[in-house]
């Protein structure tokens, strides 16, 4: 190395030396030839060294010149001189001619083809690698020639000793079909040679080749598939790319779907205990069970989630995500959020895949929205797909958080991103109705923003969120007319006049004056808002002509001598439609019906929505666009393809498959002893966990457990025998473990045989156990793995229970590895917390400590207790046991964030129940307290027991199973949304202030007419009480009633007023929970317009 920096630095100062040498020159540059001469003189001293007697000078010439080529200098006119020294005996020099041969073959083929025999020659070389660069040369010279002499060098490097030159000989494979696809058919068959060969250097190679060339005939995978599976952990990172994408269409075309939903896998194989028999009889269809095949693959790429290179990982993500069943694809998540914290090109990439999968899968990345906050250093596509993340994510439990997060965003220096929220803001409020008012009240409020495009943006998405209810919300058509005249975007003014025109029957009185405005300024505007002047025109024309018509037509004459052509045409169409005369026809009979016809609301959807249709990963993905070369994945056969052709036929692995299963597992082990105990110890933790293995996994983990419990009884055993002593003993146990395979005789045969067996077995084993043993390793590794019999696992399970405890403790301390995540808290995950949310935006800017408040804030007792019980369980669904719950509306003595309930059993049948409890294992999401199991319950008896429900804020039902001792069913809680509620007082100072922190997204109101008997201030306070469970705040105005509440699990305020205008009521929410303040409000407009019975 040192040698070539001094040539590089030689380079530069000797063409400095020349750049100084002319600029100090009084000699004209077209006497002296200046630069060029110089080159030339240079180029000479290279020539005249590769020319040299000397092996040293012409080594250190070539150095040179690869030196210029490294610098994206032209060396092509030194190509006659190098070429000479390609029969050269220096090995050096050799391949440094060869490197600069590959580079410039192409270009100077006449030359290069002189040279053909000295490639020849040298592919006969003893040096592998001068073999190989040989070869690449021989294939980078594109002369249509040549192809014999390349397709005869290729096949006999295919079958040569080193793997090097094989994988030479498989790149150099796509080279030749490039230049000669007629060449296919011969290439096939070299491609099929090196498909069987066993290095994992020239896997990869030959399937890219495979790719590349034949990536339809899939049946030359068949009978490599498994040593391909097998193979995978230890091939070259690029090469796992290639294999992984193949072996994916491969999948897709052999093995059944596992997304049916009969699908049942090992770990939820067993029934339930209490299955009826009808039930039973349903279930008789043959259920789906996945392919041993399709289990090997996912579990020998499931340890490459690991990988350090994250093409790797993308390409396992992808496999898992088109191949896997749909309850293990949560492994992909934490990969995927890890790969977050590289570069941004790999950000760009990872996050397009993911916004793709989360509309499919909302759950799977909700746990980890905190990632997909913006950052200030993100770019803007950065920011702009993470937006789009968050938009997917977004559902009922944690819109306010998110909400919250967009408040910030909005305000961003970066325009782009700005409107892009703006939009996300609007696809969340037609995705989540109820928060659609509150989104349409904060959207209003950044009209008023100074920024241009943030205002044109909220126009735009106002315009689409009117268009789903528009009677409704003509208060804020009115609000964004006056703001017409400050709005400068054309876009903005477009939607405005749009909306003017469609909907001018709810803003009679404004939309003729906008008209007026937009007369006076028409010749000056773009286009776009030209063609919105002339439609409100001709809308406002036929439906309020009197005041409208002279200016329509004052309108019509400008659009008619208009520049563009399509302002032009649509003026004429306009005036031949709606002013009727004696040329028109038929169609200005119908001109109200094609104006003012309703249009459907558009539909906001994500851009990634039609994305899914690219296999995840591909560039075709990442355009949106099908890119040249890429092959769709086949959709899942029906009927699953003969499995048999993937069977090898090779002498001794069928010999293994017809012993015994405890004989097959120890020579695969004895193998396995050549590798540290530590080693081995960390594949027994994984073989422990592994309780859904296959069978012979299971029984190999058996064995080793105990092998590994009595290594100190083994060494002292086995150091006093001999060894004809130990073969004896070998035998013996053999014969012993196939007549009773007890667990003292495998304990023997482990303790005292091992040394001598892998002594004796570990040579005549050492090729099908070198196979075997990287499918275990890989089949140890998968802890979700399916099992073909689960009689052996219970076996298992039973014989040493304390040591599988043991295990299954050590891996989950493991499983903590490179892909658990340091900034994530699983708390998180049921839904936000009130860690995560501020008391409110205002406070989170202002800065406000909201300390103070809190302590004035106190809890109260219920101002009414409902008496109504709700059906839990009928008598006849229960077999004669009758349950019913009623909120109690106290505080839970259980936890701070359970609402109390109070359940009342009941036996109607004519037979005592026994051991009434609710099960541990079946509550969905929610945190239970369950009440003390009732040993008896006597006939036409019945008890009342309490029990409290963490409903995290939500309206979501509580579903759990409610058990007796022959039977269980299945109920659900479902709470009002006023009994997620705890009353408090405090003073009406205090109610304004915190009611001041609550606006903006966080309050949403409606006007109620109100009926006369209901106008007083006890009926008000009485039916608000009745819905939510709130606290009467005292007020000093007798027109308006205040109530205050929190939640009962995060603690949120909710703060209600209502203020009496004679005949009607304004009703105000403030809280956080956005979403619940919608629905309360909803219930207490009805509680409050329906007149007492």
């Known amino acids: 190395m040192s040698n070539n920096n001094v040539s590089y630095n030689e380079q530069v100062s000797l063409e400095s030396g020349v750049d100084a040498a002319q600029e100090n020159s009084s000699i004209p540059a077209s006497v002296s030839g200046g630069l060029f001469s110089a080159d030339y003189k240079k180029n000479e001293d290279l020539k005249e060294m590769l020319e040299s007697n000397k092996d040293s000078q012409k080594l250190e010439a070539m150095k040179r010149i690869v030196g210029l080529i490294a610098k994206g200098k032209n060396a092509s006119e030194l190509f006659p001189a190098v070429v000479k020294n390609v029969a050269s005996k220096n090995i050096e020099l050799k391949k440094l001619v060869y490197v600069y041969l590959v580079r410039y073959a192409e270009e100077q083929q006449d030359l290069a083809l002189l040279s053909i025999s000295t490639f020849q020659r040298a592919l006969k070389d003893p040096n592998q690698l001068i073999r190989a660069s040989a070869l690449r040369v021989l294939s980078s010279i594109r002369v249509p020639i040549i192809v014999p002499i390349m397709m005869l060098s290729i096949k006999e490097a295919s079958t040569d000793l080193s793997p090097y030159v094989r994988k030479t000989a498989a790149h150099a494979i796509q080279k030749l079909y490039s230049l000669d696809p007629d060449q296919k058919e011969h290439l096939i068959e070299v491609i099929e040679k090196l498909l069987k060969d066993k290095s994992t250097l020239v896997a990869g190679s030959v399937v890219m080749a495979f790719e590349e060339v034949c990536p339809e005939r899939i049946d030359l995978i068949h009978k490599n598939y498994r040593k391909l599976c097998n193979l995978l952990v230890d091939v070259e990172e690029w090469g796992q790319v290639v294999i992984i994408h193949m072996l994916t269409r491969y999948a897709r075309t052999q093995f059944v779907s596992p997304w049916r939903e009969d699908a049942v896998f090992d770990e939820n194989s067993e029934k339930a205990f209490y299955d009826s028999e009808e039930e039973r009889k349903v279930e008789q269809v043959k259920p789906y069970i996945m392919d041993p095949d399709h289990r090997l693959l996912l579990r020998n790429t499931k340890p490459l989630f690991q990988s350090r290179n994250t093409a790797v990982v993308m390409a396992v993500s992808q496999l898992y995500w088109h191949l896997a069943p749909k309850h293990e694809l949560n492994i992909i998540t934490k990969s995927l959020v890890r790969l977050l914290r590289s570069h941004r090109e790999v950000q760009f990439i990872v996050l397009q895949n993911i916004a793709t999968m989360s509309i499919q899968r909302k759950g799977m990345f909700e746990p980890f929205m905190k990632s997909f906050y913006v950052r200030s250093t993100d770019a803007t596509h950065i920011k702009i797909l993470k937006l789009e993340i968050l938009t997917n994510l977004a559902n009922e439990a944690n819109i306010s958080t998110i909400l919250r997060e967009f408040q910030t965003y909005v305000k961003s220096q970066d325009k782009a991103f700005a409107a892009a929220t703006i939009q996300a803001i609007g696809r969340c409020a037609t995705d989540i109705s109820e928060v659609t008012d509150t989104c349409l009240n904060g959207l209003v409020l950044l009209l008023s923003n100074r920024d241009e495009t943030v205002v044109a943006e909220s126009v735009v998405v106002i315009k689409k969120l009117l268009q789903t209810q528009p009677s409704q919300h003509s208060d804020i058509i009115k609000h964004m007319a006056k703001l017409f005249d400050n709005i400068t975007v054309s876009m903005a003014r477009a939607?405005?006049?749009?909306?003017?025109?469609?909907?001018?029957?709810?803003?009679?009185?404004?939309?003729?004056?906008?008209?007026?405005?937009?007369?006076?300024?028409?010749?000056?505007?773009?286009?776009?808002?030209?063609?919105?002047?002339?439609?409100?025109?001709?809308?406002?024309?036929?439906?309020?002509?009197?005041?409208?018509?002279?200016?329509?037509?004052?309108?019509?004459?400008?659009?008619?001598?208009?520049?563009n052509y399509d302002i032009r045409d649509r003026t004429r169409f306009i005036r031949q439609l709606i002013v009727p005369n004696e040329k028109s026809g038929a169609l200005s009979k119908y001109a109200r019906r094609i104006l003012m016809a309703p249009k459907p609301a558009p539909v906001l959807q994500s851009a990634f929505k039609d994305r899914d249709r690219f296999q995840l990963g591909t560039l075709s993905h990442t355009l949106n666009s099908q890119a040249i070369g890429y092959l769709e994945l086949s959709d899942w056969p029906a009927v699953a393809p003969d499995q048999s052709v993937r069977i090898v036929e090779v002498v001794e692995p069928v010999k293994e498959t017809g012993a015994p299963v405890h004989g097959k597992s120890k020579p695969g082990k004895s193998s396995e002893k050549f590798y540290s105990d530590s080693e081995e110890e960390e594949e027994e933790e994984e073989e422990g966990s592994s309780s859904e293995d296959s069978s012979s996994s299971s029984e190999e983990s058996e064995s080793e457990s105990e092998s590994e419990e009595n290594s100190d009884d083994s060494n002292k055993s086995s150091s006093s025998q001999s060894d004809s002593e130990k073969k004896k003993k070998t035998l013996k146990n053999k014969k012993l473990q196939q007549q009773k395979p007890d667990g003292k005789d495998r304990k023997q045969k482990n303790g005292n045989a091992v040394k001598g067996e892998s002594r004796s077995e570990s040579e005549s084993a050492s090729e099908s156990s070198s196979s075997e043993s990287s499918s275990e390793s890989g089949s140890e590794l998968d802890s979700d793995s399916d099992s073909d019999s689960g009689t052996d696992q219970k076996k298992n399970t039973r014989s040493k229970p304390v040591q599988s405890t043991l295990v299954t403790k050590q891996v989950e301390k493991k499983e903590v590895s490179l892909l658990d995540l340091d900034d994530f808290s699983p708390a998180a995950v049921p839904s936000p917390k009130s860690s995560i949310l501020s008391p409110s935006l205002l406070s989170d800017l202002q800065g406000l400590s909201i300390s103070p408040t809190q302590s004035a804030l106190q809890a109260s007792s219920p101002v009414f207790v409902p008496e109504t019980s709700h059906e839990l369980l009928h008598r006849m669904t229960g077999k004669g046991l009758s349950a019913q719950y009623r909120f109690t509306r106290q505080p839970c003595i259980y936890g701070n964030s359970m609402v109390s309930l109070q359940l009342t059993l009941s036996n109607s049948s004519d037979q005592a129940l026994e051991n009434i409890h609710i099960s541990e294992k079946s509550s969905t999401g929610q945190n239970i307290h369950r009440f003390n199991a009732i040993e008896r319950l006597e006939p036409q008896a019945s008890v009342t027991v309490s029990m409290g429900v963490d409903f995290n804020d939500s309206t979501q039902a509580a579903n759990f199973q409610l058990c007796t001792k022959e039977d269980e069913f299945s109920v659900s809680i479902q709470?009002?949304?006023?009994?997620?509620?705890?009353?408090?007082?405090?003073?009406?100072?205090?109610?304004?202030?915190?009611?001041?922190?609550?606006?903006?997204?966080?309050?949403?109101?409606?006007?109620?007419?109100?009926?006369?008997?209901?106008?007083?201030?006890?009926?008000?306070?009485?039916?608000?009480?009745?819905?939510?469970?709130?606290?009467?705040?005292?007020?000093?105005?007798?027109?308006?009633?205040?109530?205050?509440?929190?939640?009962?699990?995060?603690?949120?305020?909710?703060?209600?007023?209502?203020?009496?205008?004679?005949?009607?009521?304004?009703?105000?929410?403030?809280?956080?929970?956005?979403?619940?303040?919608?629905?309360?409000?909803?219930?207490?407009?009805?509680?409050?317009?329906?007149?007492?019975?």
Request: with cysteine; proline share 4%.
């Open 975 to 1093: 709470p009002a949304v006023g009994e997620l509620l705890l009353p408090i007082t405090v003073s009406e100072a205090d109610f304004s202030k915190e009611q001041g922190k609550l606006l903006g997204m966080n309050e949403s109101s409606a006007t109620i007419t109100m009926t006369p008997e209901n106008v007083s201030s006890q009926s008000v306070n009485r039916k608000v009480v009745s819905v939510a469970n709130l606290g009467v705040i005292p007020s000093s105005q007798e027109n308006i009633h205040r109530f205050a509440g929190k939640t009962v699990s995060s603690g949120c305020l909710v703060l209600v007023s209502v203020a009496l205008k004679d005949p009607d009521a304004v009703i105000t929410i403030n809280t956080e929970r956005t979403v619940m303040g919608s629905m309360l409000l909803r219930q207490l407009k009805t509680a409050l317009t329906n007149s007492d019975p």
């Open 495 to 563: 939607s405005i006049l749009w909306l003017m025109g469609e909907y001018c029957e709810h803003v009679p009185k404004i939309a003729p004056d906008v008209l007026r405005k937009m007369a006076k300024t028409f010749t000056s505007e773009e286009d776009i808002v030209k063609l919105q002047t002339v439609n409100l025109a001709a809308k406002l024309y036929l439906t309020n002509s009197k005041q409208t018509k002279l200016l329509t037509q004052y309108i019509l004459n400008l659009g008619k001598y208009d520049q």
